[in-house]
C-alpha cells in the first residue's frame, strides 16, 4: 500500500522525538513534514533538534527542512506534540484545513465533539468526529497517567462495576519535557503537585470509560480523588489505585479480568498494539519502572499487588510508560485504528 503522508507538530519536544522513533519505517504511516517553533524553521532537523532518544535520528528524517505552524502542510494526519499554550488554535486550523489531527495536548480533550480515545476501550467514540465543524478532525489519547489508571480500570468496571476510586500518581520526570525538574529540585527527593493533574486525572477517565449513543458522551457514574507526585525516576508512572466495586469480587476475579482484557486493536493486529495490554505480576515487589516499563516496547500497562483493600474493596500497583503508551504511542495507535476503520480520507 502506499503510505500515508503525516507531519509531527512539536517535532522538536520530548514528545516530538517520540514520534519520530514510532514513526520511522511505519508500516501505515511516511514522515513527510516536520514541524516546530519559528526559530528552528528553515533549518534541517538534525541541528536544531537536541535529540534525547535511545535510537539515532534516521538520515533522511535528520536532513529535512523544519516547518512552522504558520506553514500550510501536504500531509493528511498531523500528529501534535505541542504544548498546551499554543496547540488549542493551531490544531483548530490545521483541522479547519483539513486534517486529521491527532492530539496529544490536552486543550481539545475534554471537548463535547472530540473524541478522547484509548483504542481497546472506547473505539466506537471515534464516530463523533463525524459531527465535528471541522473538514478534516480532532482526535486526543489522554493524559499520561490517565492512560494507565483508565486502561487498568476498564475491564475491572465493564466487568464489575465501580463506585469509587482513589489513586495515588509517583510520576517520571520525563513526563516533565526536557529539560524537565531542575535537579536540585527532584534529586533525593518528591514534589507533591503537578499543576492540572489531578484535575486530568480526576475527570478524563469518566470520559473514556462513557457511552456514545451516536449523538454524545455520556460519562461514567462514579468519583476519582487523584494525588499526584514527580519523583526521581527516569521514565514511568507507577500508581497505586484502591476501587471501591458495586460487585464484590475476590483479588483473583479481578486479576482474571485484567488478563484477558483485548480490544479492537489486538483484534486487528495493529502495528503498534501490544498483544497484551495489560500485563498482570503475580510478584509482591513487581511491577517496577526499571525493569518493566519497556515490556511491549512500552505500549502495555503493568498491574501487581492486586489485593483486598481495608477502606474500599481491591487495591493494587499500575505502571506504564508515560511517553510512549501514555503519550506519543497512544496517539500512533489512534490514527492506526481510524485508518483501519475507514474514519481517514485518503
Not at 63 to 73: A, D, G, I, N
Not at 181 to 191: A, C, K, Q, T
Amino acid at each position: 500500500m502506499e503510505k500515508i503522508k503525516v507531519a509531527i507538530l512539536g517535532a522538536t519536544g520530548t514528545v516530538g522525538q517520540k514520534f519520530v522513533t514510532l514513526l520511522t519505517d511505519h508500516p501505515y504511516f511516511e514522515i513527510h513534514e516536520l514541524v516546530a517553533s519559528p526559530r528552528s524553521a528553515g533549518k534541517r532537523y538534525i541541528d536544531v533538534c537536541r535529540w534525547k532518544q535511545n535510537s539515532p535520528i534516521a538520515e533522511k528524517i535528520g536532513e529535512m527542512v523544519v516547518k512552522t505552524t504558520e506553514e500550510s502542510l501536504e500531509s493528511t494526519i498531523l500528529f501534535s506534540g505541542l504544548d498546551s499554550s499554543v496547540a488549542g488554535p493551531v490544531e483548530e486550523r490545521y483541522a479547519n484545513e483539513g486534517h486529521y489531527v491527532i492530539s496529544n495536548s490536552k486543550n481539545h480533550r475534554m471537548d463535547p465533539d472530540v473524541p478522547l480515545v484509548i483504542p481497546e476501550i472506547n473505539h466506537d467514540h471515534l464516530d463523533i468526529i463525524k459531527k465535528q465543524k471541522y473538514r478534516g478532525a480532532i482526535v486526543t489519547n489522554s493524559n499520561c497517567s490517565t492512560m494507565f489508571l483508565t486502561m487498568a480500570l476498564a475491564p475491572i468496571y465493564t466487568s464489575f462495576g465501580i463506585e469509587a476510586v482513589q489513586v495515588t500518581t509517583m510520576q517520571a520526570v520525563s513526563g516533565a519535557g526536557y529539560p524537565g525538574v531542575p535537579s536540585l529540585d527532584i534529586l533525593g527527593n518528591v514534589i507533591p503537585f503537578i499543576g492540572g493533574e489531578e484535575d486530568k486525572v480526576e475527570t478524563e477517565p469518566l470520559k473514556i470509560l462513557g457511552s456514545y449513543d451516536g449523538s454524545a458522551i455520556t460519562f461514567a457514574d462514579f468519583k476519582i480523588s487523584a494525588q499526584c507526585n514527580r519523583v526521581p525516576v527516569y521514565d514511568g508512572h507507577t500508581e497505586t489505585v484502591s476501587v471501591k466495586l458495586k460487585t464484590k469480587v475476590s483479588p483473583k476475579d479481578v486479576a482474571e479480568a485484567l488478563r484477558n482484557f483485548k480490544g479492537l486493536p489486538q483484534e486487528l493486529k495493529l502495528p503498534s498494539a501490544p498483544v497484551q495490554p495489560i500485563i498482570v505480576f503475580e510478584q509482591d515487589d513487581r511491577p517496577q519502572p526499571l525493569r518493566d516499563v519497556w515490556l511491549n516496547n512500552g505500549m502495555s500497562a503493568s498491574v501487581g499487588r492486586i489485593r483486598e483493600c481495608s477502606v474500599f474493596d481491591i487495591k493494587m500497583v499500575v505502571l506504564g510508560h508515560n511517553t510512549v503508551r501514555g503519550a506519543a504511542g497512544a496517539a500512533v495507535l489512534n490514527a492506526e485504528t481510524m485508518f483501519r476503520k475507514g474514519l481517514i480520507d485518503v
